[in-house]
């Protein structure tokens, strides 16, 4: 096709060729375009592009001529950057699979950038990314949370709803060429209008939430509850490229959703707070059923409102753990509390999600809410503002009208309070049988150091301080390591053993440099070291699984790293190995603190010892697979 005065529209071959003579070195970005293909198995497949100030979608030949109008027809069409969606929708129009190419010129223009294809199931499940090299192919890479395609948002919105910065690539490698300039835009219209572009007219966003590290990854830049014109309510990602919205429709988990009360319910639980001169705070779907925390006008004493039908019946309520958490959320508990330095207020089981929600506290008094996955990863987090057990802290800490608190300790025995009144004893569920007000741990109390495996966690009562004995009774236990100081490394011998030194032969100089650390006492060159150990140990075990350039380590979250491992599946003893260094370091991150003391880097240099000995029975530095047997190491 040839556009009068404008010359030869260039193909998406004639773009990858040209691109590929650059090196990868594509020009700014001048235009964002998004090409959306939908198979729906309800209605018709469609596509098109979507442009800026265009409703509906452009056939290939419109766009072309749209591109034409603009200057950019020929090998100008590389510095339009191309978002190519093709999502397959279920029977009820949520995505079932999807696949987001990031391209230049047009939908079947060369792929740019990293990552430049991210392909998901569902509400991003099982994502795969993938970057684009210089001759256009496609190598699958690591996922890496600070690598997500959405740039850092250009102050269009608030909560989650900006777009990403526009005017550059967003991603990839780009030539210093002045951008053509885009239309400024309305972030909060541009969602509406990506919701009804996909929901259809009438659709209403009703709110909308932060998206969780995954989400982040695969570019979703805030998750909407929506409802539809026939009543039906819907979950959306909004995705930005430049200055487009897109929206997809998927089953996103809402977090912590306050459930709804009947009627009749409102109506018993209004006469209940009249009588008992109460105050509503939150409502929750726990594990025990429908609940409302309520607070005395007069003490401000907590009892749990919980209904059975339409009846209601009043218990007292103290904040506290459940005995059932798993394994791995009860570490996760400790590692914010030892290195985050949180105070953990209240937790429990959020019945909608099957996830753990936590209240905490920070020294300043800022309350959170988590939300935490049976494997312990913590999915979304966020200010909270509504509930009793923040805002008793709160008050205590500003030297409010503070809540009577008893000491830090076991719960108090039933004989400790006053008898609830006698038109409710019976009908009472007993949450925890004291009448005194919350015990809340501060996030100024000391820290106790942390252990290898924490203790078991006693319902509505504070944690013990850890101690490195008492075992976890269920799921894989971390591996068991001597410190340094109690096994002295033997003359002659290596450090971290034989199988280590024969296969990761490059991390000699940090092992034998990590340990001269620790005996001339210089405990925060040894954990350097020891981070440089793990950088080439990850590498390593990158490569083994497949992928191409492993991306580097260095400053990624633990808990991204290891979610990793457990999605694609990886061995349980090397999960279990760097589980243990991430609660053994101080940080959120894999880089080195500004202090560490000796037995702090003691701790650190056997976890990273056993790490690579486990990982040393699985690969070499190269990614080769080593097959030693478990009792390799000595």
Same mark, same amino acid.
């Given at each position: ?5 404008r010359g ?12 590929a003579e ?6 700014a ?5 998004? !090409? ?13 592009y ?31 950057s191309?978002?190519a ?24 223009? +060369? !792929? ?17 990314f ?13 996922p890496n ?12 919105g608030?909560?989650g ?9 967003g991603h ?17 219209a541009?969602?509406h ?6 929901c259809g007219?009438?659709?209403?966003i ?18 909407l ?8 309510e ?25 459930p ?5 319910q409102?109506?018993?639980? =209004? ?7 109460l105050?509503?705070?939150? @409502?929750?779907?726990d ?11 007069a003490s401000?004493e ?9 009846a ?16 791995? =959320?009860?570490?996760?508990? =400790? ?22 929600v ?11 809410? !988590? ?17 009793a ?16 608190? @008893?000491?830090m ?30 015990t ?12 290898l495996s ?15 004995? +008492? ?8 591996? @068991? ?10 003359l002659g ?7 280590v030194e ?6 000699a ?9 620790l ?17 080439q ?14 991306p580097?380590?260095?400053? =990624? ?16 003893d090397?999960?279990a ?11 959120a ?5 500004a ?5 702090e ?31 390799a190491?000595?």
């Open positions: 096709m040839t556009t009068r005065g030869q529209v260039w193909t998406g071959a004639q773009l990858a060729a040209r691109l650059l090196r990868g070195l594509a020009p970005v001048a235009q964002h375009v998004v !090409h959306r293909a939908t198979t729906d198995p309800a209605a018709p497949a469609r596509s098109g979507l442009v800026p100030g265009e409703a509906r979608r452009l056939t290939p030949s419109a766009f072309d001529f749209w591109l034409a109008r603009r200057g950019l027809a020929g090998v100008e069409r590389l510095a339009v191309v978002l969606i093709n999502e397959r929708l279920t029977a009820n129009g949520d995505i079932e699979a999807c696949e987001l190419d990031y391209r230049r010129g047009a939908v079947d223009g +060369p !792929h740019h950038g990293s990552p430049a294809r991210i392909t998901f199931t569902g509400p991003a499940r099982l994502a795969r993938y970057q684009a090299v210089p001759d256009g192919a496609l190598i699958e890479i690591a949370p600070d690598a997500a395609p959405a740039a850092v948002p250009s102050g269009f608030t909560s709803f900006g777009p990403p910065g526009f005017g550059a690539s990839g490698a780009t030539a210093t060429v002045a951008p053509l300039a885009e239309p400024e835009i309305d972030a909060l541009a969602m209008a990506a919701v009804r572009s996909t007219e009438g659709a209403r009703l709110d909308t939430r932060q998206p969780t590290v995954l989400e982040t990854m695969v570019g979703i830049a805030s998750v509850h929506v409802a539809l014109l026939d009543a039906r819907v979950q959306c990602g909004i995705v930005w490229h430049g200055p487009l919205a897109v929206a997809l429709q998927a089953d996103f988990p809402r977090f912590d959703v306050a709804v009360l009947s009627a009749q409102s109506a018993a639980l =209004q006469a209940l707070l009249d009588a008992e001169g105050v509503a705070c939150e @409502t929750r779907q594990e025990h059923g429908l609940a409302v925390v309520t607070r005395r006008r401000g907590l009892l749990l409102a919980r209904f059975d039908g339409t209601v019946a009043l218990s007292h309520y103290l904040p506290g753990r459940p005995d059932d958490v798993t394994r791995d =959320q009860a570490l996760w508990l =400790q590692y914010i509390e030892t290195f985050e330095g949180l105070g953990v207020l209240d937790a429990y089981h959020d019945a909608a999600s099957n996830g753990l936590v209240l905490t506290a920070d020294a300043d008094g800022t309350i959170l809410r !988590h939300h935490v996955d049976s494997e312990g990863i913590e999915a979304w987090r966020g200010p909270e503002t509504g509930s057990v923040g805002m008793l802290h709160q008050e205590r800490i500003r030297g409010g009208v503070a809540p009577v608190a @008893t000491p300790g076991p719960t108090p025995s039933p004989a400790a309070g006053p008898e609830p009144s006698p038109d409710r004893a019976s009908d009472a569920v007993v949450d925890a049988p004291s009448a005194v007000s919350p809340i741990a501060s996030p100024g109390d000391a820290l106790s150091p942390p252990a924490p203790p078991a966690l006693s319902p509505r009562a504070p944690p013990s301080p850890p101690t490195p004995s +008492p075992p976890i009774p269920s799921g894989p236990t971390p591996p @068991t390591v001597a410190s340094p100081s109690d096994s002295p490394p033997v011998q290596p450090p971290f053993g034989a199988a024969a296969n990761f032969p490059a991390s100089y940090d092992i034998d440099e990590a340990t001269r650390c005996l001339l006492r210089r405990p925060t060159a040894a954990v350097f070291h020891c981070q440089r150990i793990l950088e140990g990850l590498h390593a075990h990158g490569l083994w699984r497949g992928v191409v350039e492993p580097s380590p260095t400053g =990624q979250r633990w808990r991204s790293m290891i979610a990793d491992l457990k999605h694609d599946e990886a061995d349980a090397l999960i190995a760097l589980d243990a260094v991430r609660r053994g370091w101080r940080g991150r894999l880089e080195v603190g202090k560490y003391t000796e037995e880097a003691e701790r650190i240099v056997a976890l990273v010892a056993a790490f690579m000995r486990r990982l040393a029975e699985l690969c070499d530095e190269a990614g080769d697979p080593t097959g030693e047997p478990d009792d190491a000595p």
